[in-house]
């Protein structure tokens, strides 16, 4: 498999007046062309800004600090603005949580096409509305062309998720950053544009990243999961392994926290307590004073992403086997 | 497809305008007086720019109702014997222009600035500074200055010339903050919404995202302002023209025949400022009130249902 994206222990850091926060934390990820990976974690956990960081969109005070995310042979930490804004939305997209707030109310759907493809690629007005109208059918959109013509407060918002999905494919990127594209939308919709968004993917053989709090959605829609906690990837592995055979025991708390069909009326599972705070992590494992079976190792040692013989990655002690 | 007229027709402005009585009086005052304005060379019954009409002996007759007036002149003529309607449309027509000029200076000067220290933090801090210390200065300190000094320069014959771009540039430079800080503010805060975000991430630049997507999102507040501006253009107009460095007499502005008939007044000669002087006030109130009307109709907040 050819790599499309390969990040090497990647830290972003925060500078605040309380002191420096890293939101992400040594993670180190890779991405075959045409794989869809998907990043669960709870919030806060660094999810959103390790997808900003990918397009060094990182709102301030904000920064990469360490390692590189290397993209067609090119560290996408070292770029100056031209360089980085020539990928962005060309090689690599992104989508938003709320269609209400990424589209410009006062542009036409139209205009705000156009002006992207115009951005990136030497081509007629002419052409350029016939891009747009390419892709707003490949998003299903009935007519296009009275469509392209209207207000965003004249579409509903799974067609405005959809409007914004055409968007970030009009340059035909190489991946696609996902950034909870569902949570604004009822479930109704969420599953139109999950189905969409697979579809597309496997048509046009684009890598997804798919950022989301909901594991449900990642299971169906992506390959391989990693699970982000604290800014570190704690588990990483195939979506149906990851999902029927939890090894960390957050995972395990998080798949037994979802509600199950067939469960009947009992209490949901929980996973006691919070998140630490990022100013004030511990010294050992980050899920130390939450997790039910660590050990005085744990408390000490920070556990390194460790794979196991299922092809499961996981950084825990007490997976790691024996111990 | 509907026409951009039908769309018009149907639309919500439309319909709010025509429900308040107000608007619809103040935008057919204005519309006629406008209109009238510059008209003027077609519908005055003379022309008080041109010298040789004029004849001394008809000067300062009364309106037409009163005792020795003179029907062809309906308001009665000022002291070098002009025709007070003629001249108060022409007078008008300078007023008007004079306004619109300058507050579309001010609001090209506003806009660049607030946007430019509204997007790019470098620059804010040295823009706004300009800002408050152009604030500092009164507009009538700095036009009287800059007016002394052009009338000083080009000689009176000179300045008649250059009376109108002279006086537009010294209002729109004098009131441009009120632009700037405007706008600044509405950029601030539509800089931290999404779309901008997703604009940045679509690969656009900067110039791009500002001009193209912010300004359009800021320009309610500017409207509001910029006809609030137009009134204010006029009166700060016709308080320099009052003090005698506006327009000249030859090409009286509104502003100018209050002060040429001051003198008069209390000889009798009291139409010579009082028509002008209610045609001013008609005017700026005529435009205020529109004024209001454009805040409330821009501002969702205040719709009733």
């Given at each position: ?16 007046r ?17 794989e869809?990976l998907?990043?669960?974690?709870e ?14 969109l ?7 600090t ?6 067609d ?13 020539h ?28 002006e ?60 696609i ?13 969420q ?37 982000l906690?604290a ?35 009992r ?8 998140m ?22 744990c ?25 | 497809?509907r026409t ?8 919500y ?7 308040d ?6 935008f ?19 022309d ?16 037409a ?34 306004g ?7 609001a ?17 801090n ?35 010339e250059?009376a109108?771009?002279l ?24 800089r931290?919404?999404?779309?901008v ?15 193209r997507?912010?300004l ?10 910029s006809?609030?501006q137009?009134?204010?253009a ?15 007499v ?9 002060t ?26 005529v ?6 009307w ?12």
């Open positions: 498999m050819e790599k499309l994206i390969d990040i090497e222990n990647l830290r972003v850091d925060f500078e605040l309380s002191g420096r926060v890293r939101a992400v934390r040594d993670v180190s990820l890779v991405i075959n062309k045409g869809r998907g990043i669960v974690g919030s806060g956990a660094g999810k959103s800004v390790l997808g900003f960081s990918l397009i060094n990182i709102s301030k005070p904000g920064r990469i360490g390692g590189q995310i290397l993209f042979g090119r560290d996408l930490t070292k770029l100056n603005d031209d360089q980085m804004r990928i962005r939305g060309n090689d690599i997209s992104m989508i938003f949580q709320d269609p209400m707030m990424t589209l410009n109310p006062v542009l036409t759907i139209g205009t705000q096409m156009k992207t493809i115009l951005a990136h690629m030497k081509v007629s007005a002419k052409e350029a509305e016939a891009i747009c109208l390419d892709k707003l059918r490949k998003v299903y959109i009935p007519s296009p062309e009275k469509r392209l013509k209207q207000y965003p407060h004249e579409f509903s918002g799974g067609m405005r998720q959809r409007i914004v999905i055409a968007i970030s494919l009009l340059t035909s990127p190489k991946l950053i996902a950034d909870e594209p569902t949570t604004a939308l009822d479930v109704t919709i599953a139109e544009i999950m189905d969409l968004l697979l579809e597309l993917c496997e048509k046009e053989n684009m890598g997804l990243i798919l950022i989301t709090h909901d594991l449900a959605v990642v299971s169906e829609v992506t390959q391989r999961i990693a699970v906690y800014g570190k990837v704690i588990e990483l592995g195939a979506a149906d392994q990851l999902i029927t055979n939890p090894q960390h025991p957050y995972t395990k708390g998080l798949i037994q926290a979802l509600p199950q069909m067939a469960g009947g009326e209490r949901l599972n929980q996973i006691p307590g919070m630490p705070s990022l100013l004030n992590m511990p010294k050992g494992c980050p899920f130390e004073p939450r997790c039910t079976i660590c050990s005085e190792r408390k000490t040692e920070i556990p390194k992403l460790h794979e196991l013989e299922c092809g499961t990655q996981v950084a825990c002690f007490k997976c790691e086997g024996g111990e | 497809m951009r007229w039908q769309r018009f027709k149907e639309s402005m439309l319909y709010s305008f025509l429900r009585p107000i608007a619809v009086t103040c057919a005052i204005l519309a006629v007086l406008v209109f009238s304005a510059f008209a003027a060379p077609v519908i005055a019954p003379h008080p720019y041109d010298t040789t009409t004029i004849n001394i002996m008809n000067a300062q007759l009364p309106p109702w009163e005792q020795g007036g003179n029907a062809d002149f309906l308001l009665g003529t000022d002291a070098q014997g002009r025709d007070m309607l003629s001249t108060m449309l022409y007078g008008m027509r300078v007023s008007i222009l004079i619109v000029g300058a507050v579309c200076l001010q090209f000067l506003g806009i660049v600035v607030g946007l430019l220290s509204g997007y790019i933090k470098r620059l804010d040295i823009l706004m500074r300009i800002a408050d210390v152009q604030l500092s200065f009164s507009t009538y300190m700095v036009a009287i200055f800059i007016g002394a000094i052009v009338q000083a320069a080009f000689g009176v014959a000179g300045y008649d250059v109108v771009p006086i537009i540039v010294i209002i729109g430079l004098a009131e441009w903050p009120q632009y700037a800080r405007t706008v600044r503010a509405s950029v601030m805060a539509e931290k919404k999404e779309y975000e997703a604009a940045r991430v679509i690969g656009l630049s900067k110039t791009r995202i500002m001009w997507h912010i359009p999102n800021t320009l309610s507040p500017v409207l509001v302002i006809t609030v137009v009134a204010n006029i009166m700060s107009e016709a308080a320099l023209s009052f003090l005698g460095l506006g327009m000249p030859t090409k009286p502005s509104l502003g100018s025949l209050i040429a008939g001051f003198e008069y007044i209390f000889s009798g000669s009291w139409w010579i400022t009082i028509f002008p002087g209610i045609l001013l006030v008609t005017l700026i109130l435009i205020n009130l529109l004024g209001d454009v805040r409330d109709f821009l501002n969702p907040k205040l719709y009733k249902g």
